[in-house]
Antibody, heavy 117, light 106 residues
Framework: EVQLQQSGAELGKPGTSVKLSCKVS????????MHWVNQRPGKGLEWIGR????????IYAEKFKSKATLTADTSSNTAYMQLSQLKSDDTAIYFC??????????WGQGVMVTVSS | DIQMTQSPSFLSASVGDRVTINCKAS??????LNWYQQKLGEAPKLLIY???NLQTGIPSRFSGSGSGTDYTLTISSLQPEDVATYFC????????FGAGTKLELK
């Protein structure tokens, strides 16, 4: 069974960084892309970017180019997203999601990031 | 960037009703349109991919249609467990979600 297990909730102060993880079991992440999506409180979903874990190539949505950094460790089958220069507007649930048979058919459970001083 | 306009934003219906949710793209997305269901506190769940393909394990009361810029999700007979928020996603050019439709029981 394919599972994406995300790290626990984060509380970050404005101006700092947090690094989220998404550990995959049941599927080799080298064979797919890992995407990240956020959902601000009471709002819809927003695509942040994706990484090809096989070679580290990344694509970001324009508004997240200086906010998010995606990496992956194929030895541990884990993808990461670092969010930098945190602001209150970054408070959201962050999901990792990957396509196996089709786009975004597998999702992590989501992790709440709260930015507060 | 492609914009997705989803309607309605809120929908109240009775058990057994036929329900339709619409998404309109700002340009032709060539049927690269998926539908997701999100229940409170959960991750989104794929229902329909590439306009009209039912994901494995999804009940047949869910169906999708459309072409060009206009797409529709239909629930043929609403069940209590269908209470959720529904999102469309275009993946023709990068990825854009619709704003969501919150579906409640009347």
């Amino acid at each position: 069974e394919v599972q994406l297990q995300q790290s626990g909730a984060e509380l970050g102060k404005p101006g700092t960084s947090v690094k989220l993880s998404c550990k995959v079991s049941g599927y080799n992440i080298r064979n797919t892309y890992m995407h990240w999506v956020n959902q601000r409180p009471g709002k819809g979903l927003e695509w942040i970017g994706r990484i090809d874990p096989a070679n580290g190539n990344t694509i970001y949505a324009e508004k997240f180019k200086s906010k998010a950094t995606l990496t992956a460790d194929t030895s541990s089958n884990t993808a990461y997203m670092q969010l930098s220069q945190l602001k209150s507007d970054d408070t959201a649930i962050y999901f990792c999601a990957m396509p196996i048979t089709t786009l975004f058919d597998y999702w992590g459970q989501g992790v709440m990031v709260t930015v507060s001083s | 960037d492609i914009q997705m306009t989803q309607s309605p934003s809120f929908l109240s219906a009775s058990v057994g009703d036929r329900v339709t949710i619409n998404c309109k793209a700002s340009q032709n997305i060539n049927k690269y349109l998926n539908w997701y269901q999100q229940k409170l506190g959960e991750a989104p769940k794929l229902l329909i991919y590439n306009t009209n393909n039912l994901q494995t394990g999804i009940p047949s009361r869910f169906s999708g249609s459309g072409s060009g810029t206009d797409y529709t999700l239909t629930i043929s007979s609403l069940q209590p467990e269908d209470v959720a928020t529904y999102f469309c996603l275009q993946h023709s050019s990068r990825y854009t979600f619709g704003a969501g439709t919150k579906l409640e029981l009347k």
